[in-house]
């Protein structure tokens, strides 16, 4: 089966900001000196932060659609997605509420429509041109060229590893990565306390702007152009963003599900994002389902990883991201990870976590295979990356 993308023969022009930056339009003060680059107030961050809390891993497997099979009947019906829960009972209210699975699954979904209608606009999926009007190709260039840079320096391993993607291919990713690092670093980075809910509506607000051919500096325009070319649906860009809100105000979650979500926006969307971009094997089987499945189930074992790592780091910043209810029925409270306690309750406590990160990781492994051939290696090693089965 071959594996084509959307082309269209022409392309909205790019109307760039020559604003400072990001940090300028939320009235922070700046800590670089943009003259350097148009847009390097938010992302070039000197120091590599060894210690910063839960780095969220933006090499989550990230996969195509496959795009026979986007118009199979009964695509549609959630039935075929294989939920730990479809739904969950409420005792209280009496009522049956959608698990955070099925929300996940419906984002899905949703990105699988929008490749259903170009389908049957154009008949096949192609890559669309670069943006090549006057006084714009030198700018595309230059900024895709800066966001393979950031990629290098701030995840040099799955860097490498894009290089073996075809041009278009590599040149997408780069620019979803540094959307989604700029995104971390509104709540993770130095600026962050400076970040307030206000801020993430207005980072929303460009990328509203950037989705419809209006970035607002260099980096914008790369992400701009690529969600032109491809198509990749805004929902999961918005869900990340919904993801940093949470990390903003909550501190706690009740129980795994509540924390599924979690890990879906800050880490699972990365695999949606991606899905146009990576292709898939020719030779691959795989349902379309399947493929998405692999694709979150990685990016939730990666920030499961991520949050059993960082456990102490987080509760000296008052932090739990750990099942509450799991906690009790383990025995264990806040207190005693604030007091960092080391007993028989807490390692088997632990155990249960990690064997339920595992269960994700064997569940992306399952999709690396049927990726195409030149997108397994980044997939794979960031797979390899968190985790090594036990002897």
């Known amino acids: 089966m071959s594996v084509t993308l959307l082309r269209v023969a022409s392309s909205p022009s790019l109307e760039v900001s020559c604003s400072n930056g990001l940090l300028d339009s939320f009235g922070v003060v700046k800590l670089v000196d943009s003259s350097k680059f148009l847009s390097r107030d938010f992302v070039s961050i000197r120091a590599k932060k060894n210690d910063k809390k839960k780095t969220r891993r933006f090499c989550s497997l990230s996969t195509d659609i496959k795009y026979a099979c986007v118009g199979q009947p009964g695509l549609e019906s959630a039935s075929n997605f294989p939920l730990l829960s479809n739904v969950l009972a409420n005792p209280t209210a009496g009522e049956v509420t959608v698990s955070s699975e099925q929300k996940v699954y419906d984002v899905v979904l949703k990105q699988a429509s929008l490749v259903k209608r170009k389908l049957s606009s154009t008949g096949e999926l192609e890559v669309k041109p670069e943006i090549v009007l006057p006084g714009n190709l030198s700018l595309l260039s230059e900024a895709y060229d800066r966001c393979g840079e950031i990629c290098a320096e701030y995840a040099k391993t799955f860097y490498l590893g894009t290089l073996l993607m075809t041009p278009e291919r590599r040149r997408a990713i780069w620019a979803i990565y540094v959307w989604c690092r700029r995104t971390d670093e509104l709540v993770d980075g130095p600026n962050a306390s400076h970040i307030t809910a206000t801020a993430m509506d207005r980072w929303e607000s460009r990328l509203d ?23 990749v649906d805004i929902q999961p860009f918005k869900d990340m963003i919904e993801g940093m809100r949470m990390d903003l105000k909550k501190s706690r979650y009740k129980s795994f599900d509540e924390l599924y979500l979690y890990c879906y926006y800050v880490a699972g969307t990365v695999g949606l994002m991606s ?117």
Do not use: C
């Not at 970035?215 to 491809?230: I, K």
């Not at 209810?325 to 806040?334: P, Q, R």
């Open 209 to 231: 702007e950037l989705f419809q051919g209006r970035p607002f500096d260099m980096l914008d325009a790369a992400l701009s152009d690529t969600v032109n070319r491809f198509p």
């Open 275 to 391: 899905v146009p971009v990576m292709g898939i094997s020719t030779h691959s089987q795989a349902t379309t389902e399947s493929v998405y499945n692999a694709a979150l189930a990685l990016g939730i074992a990666n920030q499961l990883t991520n949050i059993l790592r960082d456990v102490g780091e987080d509760a000296r910043r008052g932090r739990v991201y750990l099942p509450q209810d799991e906690l009790t029925l383990a025995g264990l409270s806040d207190d005693d990870i604030f007091a960092g306690k080391v007993t028989d309750k807490w390692r088997n406590f632990m155990k249960s976590q990690i064997k339920r990160a595992r269960t994700f990781f064997d569940e992306a492994e399952k999709g690396v295979t049927e990726l195409n051939e030149q997108s397994r290696w980044p997939v794979r090693n960031s797979n390899k990356y968190h985790y090594a089965k036990p002897s």
